[in-house]
């Protein structure tokens, strides 16, 4: 079996299971095992009810891997998140009891509703895959993944998240109200019973581990990775932009068209790769300029006007 192969199969396994929970959403679920692919920590912003937390517990149900969930209140503590350190009277040593956060897939559901001193906790697990307390690094296991969801800002009791904390998730996106017909077999399927509770691991972390390596092998001709920077950077310079994409932005909309092309079958990058995890990829990263937010101005805005401005590669050769 190719690399190339095994992208594709798995992440055909993957989608069919999820697909038993979540229906008519087959975009979604494509952008979630790109997010996946790449150990890239996911975010799902909507309303609720919409079945953000259904999503993220249907893919950590498919991966036959540690499975911890942390329920984001405003009297959540940091230590809640990372563990803390408990003096042994018996051994007279300080023993360290792992918190949550000490899992290959970590939900953070509704991340945004605890205070900015507890979303802080998650930033070094994040970004270094380990915690630290009371001076002493604790690697995290692998894979790790953290797959949040939030309410959108204006819901009330809510904490917007920081920029850095932002920036530390590859993707993030929305799932929106499903159409009258995916509702009606939503009812339908749910009658005797919610398919979560049957779902079963097709993946195992092995498995997902060597995918992720083979996501990076994916091929990328130099213009195709030139149009990725130019974007990137044609962000920092729009003139409704106060901050644009970061440096770790550009590393993950390079990673995430690696991965769109594998679990499309293919084993090159193309042009269309990169717009379509753009927005996704991108958009939660720039900061708007106070008049342009007045104006009605979106970061998604932003990213539709860049796509339309910098010229694609005409080609871009397999390998």
Same mark, same amino acid.
């Given at each position: 079996?190719?690399?190339?192969?095994?992208?594709?199969?798995?992440?055909?396994?993957?989608?069919?299971?999820?697909?038993?929970?979540?229906?008519?959403?087959?975009?979604?679920?494509?952008?979630?095992?790109?997010?996946?692919?790449?150990?890239?920590? !996911?975010?799902?912003?909507?309303?609720?009810?919409?079945?953000?937390?259904?999503?993220?517990?249907?893919?950590?149900?498919?991966?036959?891997?540690?499975?911890?969930?942390?329920?984001?209140?405003?009297?959540?503590?940091?230590?809640?998140?990372?563990?803390?350190?408990?003096?042994?009277?018996?051994?007279?040593?300080?023993?360290?009891?792992?918190?949550?956060?000490?899992?290959?897939?970590? !939900?953070?559901?509704?991340?945004?509703?605890?205070?900015?001193?507890?979303?802080?906790?998650?930033?070094?697990?994040?970004?270094?895959?380990?915690?630290?307390?009371?001076?002493?690094?604790?690697?995290?296991?692998?894979?790790?993944?953290?797959?949040?969801?939030?309410?959108?800002?204006?819901?009330?009791?809510?904490?917007?998240?920081?920029?850095?904390?932002?920036?530390?998730?590859? !993707?993030?996106?929305?799932?929106?109200?499903?159409?009258?017909?995916?509702?009606?077999?939503?009812?339908?399927?749910?009658?005797?019973?919610?398919?979560?509770?049957?779902?079963?691991?097709?993946?195992?972390?092995?498995?997902? !581990?060597?995918?992720?390596?083979?996501?990076?092998?994916?091929?990328?001709?130099?213009?195709?990775?030139?149009?990725?920077?130019?974007?990137?950077?044609?962000?920092?310079?729009?003139?409704?932009?106060?901050?644009?994409?970061?440096?770790?932005?550009?590393?993950?909309?390079?990673?995430?068209?690696?991965?769109?092309?594998?679990?499309?079958?293919?084993?090159?990058?193309?042009?269309?790769?990169?717009?379509?995890?753009?927005?996704?990829?991108?958009?939660?990263?720039?900061?708007?300029?106070?008049?342009?937010?007045?104006?009605?101005?979106?970061?998604?805005?932003?990213?539709?006007?860049?796509?339309?401005?910098?010229?694609?590669?005409?080609?871009?050769?397999?390998?």
């Amino acid at each position: 079996m190719t690399e190339t192969t095994a992208i594709r199969t798995l992440s055909e396994r993957i989608q069919a299971n999820v697909a038993r929970v979540i229906i008519g959403k087959e975009k979604a679920i494509e952008l979630a095992l790109v997010a996946l692919f790449c150990e890239g920590h !996911l975010l799902a912003e909507d309303v609720p009810g919409t079945g953000k937390t259904m999503l993220t517990r249907a893919l950590a149900a498919s991966v036959g891997a540690g499975f911890n969930r942390i329920q984001f209140t405003p009297d959540l503590l940091p230590t809640d998140v990372t563990g803390v350190s408990i003096f042994n009277l018996k051994s007279q040593t300080f023993e360290f009891r792992a918190g949550p956060i000490m899992g290959n897939i970590v !939900l953070a559901d509704e991340i945004n509703r605890a205070t900015p001193r507890t979303q802080s906790a998650l930033l070094e697990a994040m970004e270094e895959r380990q915690v630290t307390v009371d001076g002493v690094a604790h690697k995290l296991p692998r894979p790790f993944l953290v797959l949040a969801t939030q309410n959108p800002i204006e819901q009330e009791g809510t904490f917007p998240l920081p920029e850095a904390q932002l920036d530390r998730f590859f !993707l993030k996106l929305g799932l929106g109200y499903p159409s009258v017909e995916d509702e009606d077999a939503m009812l339908a399927r749910l009658q005797h019973g919610h398919p979560i509770e049957s779902l079963t691991h097709v993946a195992t972390p092995e498995e997902l !581990l060597a995918v992720q390596q083979q996501v990076r092998a994916i091929h990328v001709t130099d213009d195709v990775r030139r149009y990725v920077a130019e974007l990137v950077h044609a962000t920092r310079r729009h003139p409704d932009a106060a901050i644009g994409a970061s440096p770790r932005g550009s590393i993950a909309l390079f990673r995430a068209a690696q991965a769109l092309a594998g679990i499309r079958g293919r084993g090159y990058v193309i042009p269309d790769d990169v717009k379509q995890v753009a927005q996704p990829v991108l958009g939660h990263r720039i900061i708007l300029k106070p008049e342009s937010h007045l104006r009605g101005r979106t970061a998604e805005q932003i990213v539709k006007s860049v796509l339309e401005q910098v010229a694609a590669p005409v080609e871009a050769g397999a390998k």
